[in-house]
């Protein structure tokens, strides 16, 4: 029952972050069509930002809690920053290109931005313990676990119901599916998509800050963190359906449980669990396992 | 049917003798920096094909760690150090897995096609990473190739067999490329339905062209294992070894079976400069290049070439 428990509570916080990040992901490529590599750096980006000004912070003498504003803040300065030059300065420019070769854009994008990285925090690693340590443990069960960890399941949960808020129950939401729809229509009726394009990538960007910032706290900041995080939300993003909100939330939860499970119980397959799902799903669901099937080109 | 060397033949042929004698005179980290070249050029010269296709895969570091770490085992399981006999084993293998995972790969285009073909690099990258008996994140070293029962003292043989075996090749792709089916590349990527049409198989037209791919890719993998003399998984099979072999394929351009060679050439001595210049920035230089390309050269260096030179292959 301990085990079990463990195993679920580790796979939840684990889906959580993969969620945050993935979401903006998949965002990005509901609306832009753009498969953002990129993205794994909005990530690393968020997490230095967030484990330096924590660590600066502290240094300072400003209470720990603070450390809770300093996630949000590099979240939201990261994604608005980074978004902002990289859509207007780069990606704008590509919209008619091949979708193939904007991944490959991305691609390069995301070798600029693993090296600025490099040249703005240097190579040594950030810790960045204080938010954790503030909220200290809880006994759930039986086990002992972090509150941060489990505060980051909430956060997660409140993404989801933030984006289904703001997709489903908003104008800005209305604007956003009807370009999705059919992005010419919306042109010709006077909807500003540029900057429907704009918005929407900082926001997706936020997210991926967003989900390096808050997972800062947890673990020891250092190079090559994107890298595997960008890896890990294509299999989620293509596992739920590359473009759906709620299928980057089940592929979470289903490659998060799985990893963890695997862990736990199978070390050896800890990565491997995970592409294969990715795998099998694009093999005989290349369209994500809860997206509606739509007529396609493969 | 006699088919006649064309100008991109001899070319390949007279370059190939060029930078073998011009292997004796130049410094061994040279000598070094064209078998990397070389060998990582066999690979692109199989996404090449494909990319002409209109296909591009974002996993080809499965075939060239495939092919890497078929050496590293037949060497230290078996003690295999021929040079040729270890390059067979990789192509077999990897020419096998191409060809039975192309049965699959043949129905999927443009985004599903390179996202599949990363979801297989990484389960090997996952397996491998993972398993102690295949050298978990450390790899393994490799010995020194042998030739023919001889083991050479240095790099050169090896130097000159890589260049050989490039040409080869090259050689055969580019016969390849003229023949009735390797003119199906263009033709697929402009117009699937009207191949049909002409009475071509599509599917059975990109099976053959995705094995071959594999193919080149194990004996890139192959040569470039025995001329680092070590295999790890994260320069062989992560998906960033797949991304920088799709960049080389954008610098080189399709242009031309010499394309591959060239760019992966410039790439090589950009990374080594960059690395030189900048240690911290190396991969920021790399990246710059990649957007500089696909914005301002989306022919390649080629395509610079074929300016220069006045020529339309």
Known sequence: MATFLTILLDGLQFSSYLFIVSAGLTI???????????????????????????????????PDIFGFLVILGSAIVVGLVLGFIIEKGILRFMYHRDEVLIVLATFGLFLVLEDSILIAFGTDPYFAYQPMALLESVEVAGITRDVYGLTLILVAAF????????LNRTKWGDILRAVIFDREICIAMGINVPLVYTLTFIGGAMLGGLGGAYIAPTISVAPGLGTEVIILSFAVVVVGGMGSILGAAIGSVLIGVLRALAVHEFPQVELFV?????????????EGLFAPAKPRKI | MIMAFDRTDIAVLLSCIAVIVSGLFIPDWMINQFMFAFARALA???????????????????????????????????????IFLRLI??????????????????????????MLNTAISMVLYGIIVKT???????????????????????????????????????????????????????????????VEYLGFSVAHAIHVKYTISACLAGAAGSLMAMSLGQVDPDSMINWTVSGELVFITILSGPGSVLAPFIGSFVFEI??????????????????????TIIFFLPGGIWSLIEKIFGRKS
């Open chain 2, 270 to 291: 950009l990374r080594t400069y960059a690395f030189e210049w900048a240690p911290q920035a190396w991969q920021a230089i790399v990246g710059g290049t990649l957007l």
């Open chain 2, 44 to 82: 692109v010269l199989g996404l090449m094909v494909l990319w002409r296709t209109g296909l591009v895969s974002f996993g080809h570091a499965f075939y060239f760690g495939l092919g890497a770490y078929a050496v590293a085992i037949i060497d230290n399981q078996l003690g295999v150090t021929d």
């Open chain 1, 159 to 166: 993404v989801a119901l933030g984006c289904w808020f703001l």
């Open chain 1, 274 to 286: 995970v592409f294969a799902v990715m795998v099998i799903v694009l093999v005989f669901r290349p």
């Open chain 2, 89 to 114: 084993v990789s192509i077999v293998i990897a020419g096998i897995a191409g060809f039975l995972l192309g049965y699959v790969l043949r129905n999927y285009r443009d985004i599903f096609f390179a």
């Open chain 1, 28 to 62: 990005i490529f509901g609306v832009m069509k753009i498969l953002n590599v990129a993205h794994g750096s909005f990530y690393a980006w968020g997490a230095y930002t967030a484990a330096f000004f924590i660590g600066k912070f502290s240094d300072m003498g400003i």
């Open chain 2, 132 to 194: 102690e008996a295949l050298g978990s994140t450390d790899g393994f070293a490799i010995s020194l190739p042998t030739l023919f029962g001889h083991s050479p003292e240095d790099k050169y043989p090896l130097f000159v067999v890589i260049c050989i075996i490039a040409a080869a090749c090259a050689i055969g792709v580019n016969f390849y490329l003229k023949s009735t089916y390797g003119k199906l590349t263009t033709a697929i990527r402009d117009n699937e339905v009207r």
